[in-house]
Structures are given as structure tokens and as C-alpha cells.
Nanobody
């Protein structure tokens, strides 16, 4: 079992920045690929960025150049630094941890970007 606890969401003006954190515990989370997804009202959940156990990163086109995903040295916490935020980034952001056996989700944190 893996437990994921997100923090760092909130309200920010367009052009501002936020940093999301996801603390993972349980199993051997350092071996998991971890990532951030988001879901806006009426929309499907979509990948924002993820990072493998070997720190290989992958970004959605909408996140490239503005967001940075990283992990701490122990690989138990994943961060999403979001810069130059836009109103269309408004969504609930979910932390995800996955391996070949399955995946786990956090409870989500709201990010609201005002224009």
C-alpha cells in the first residue's frame, strides 16, 4: 500500500507561481514512477508531468517550459513547480504513484488561477 498526501494548492493570479508537494509513504515508493495529473470541471483527468525512479521526466505540452517536476533525494516526495500560471491551469491536481502492479492516487489539491 502507498499513501499520498498533497499540499501546496491555492489561489493565485495569472502569471504567478505555486509549488505542489506530494509526500509518499508505504511500500517502496522510491521505485515507483510518480506524477501529477489534473482534472478541471467537466473535463477528463489528464497527465501534467511524471518522473521515473531514474528521474526521467515527461511533460504534457501544456506544461512544457512552465512547470518542473522533481523528487527529493530519498524519492519519497515529488514536487511540481508551476510558473507563469494561466486561468486554464485551474483544476484539482492529483498526485499519482504507479508501478507494474498498479497505481495509487492522492486526495487532490485545488489550484485556482484568477485572470
Amino acid at each position: 500500500q502507498v499513501q499520498l498526501v498533497e499540499s501546496g494548492g491555492g489561489l493565485v493570479q495569472a502569471g504567478g507561481s505555486l509549488r505542489l508537494s506530494c509526500a509518499a509513504s508505504g511500500s517502496i515508493v522510491s521505485t515507483y514512477t510518480m506524477g501529477w495529473y489534473r482534472q478541471a470541471p467537466g473535463q477528463q483527468r489528464e497527465l501534467v508531468a511524471d518522473i521515473t525512479r531514474d528521474s526521467i521526466t515527461n511533460y504534457a505540452d501544456s506544461a512544457k517550459g512552465r512547470f518542473t517536476i522533481s523528487r527529493n533525494y530519498a524519492k519519497t516526495t515529488v514536487y511540481l513547480q508551476m510558473n507563469s500560471l494561466k486561468p486554464e491551469d485551474t483544476a484539482v491536481y492529483y498526485c499519482n504513484a504507479r508501478n507494474f502492479k498498479g497505481q495509487y492516487w492522492g486526495q487532490g489539491t485545488q489550484v485556482t488561477v484568477s485572470s
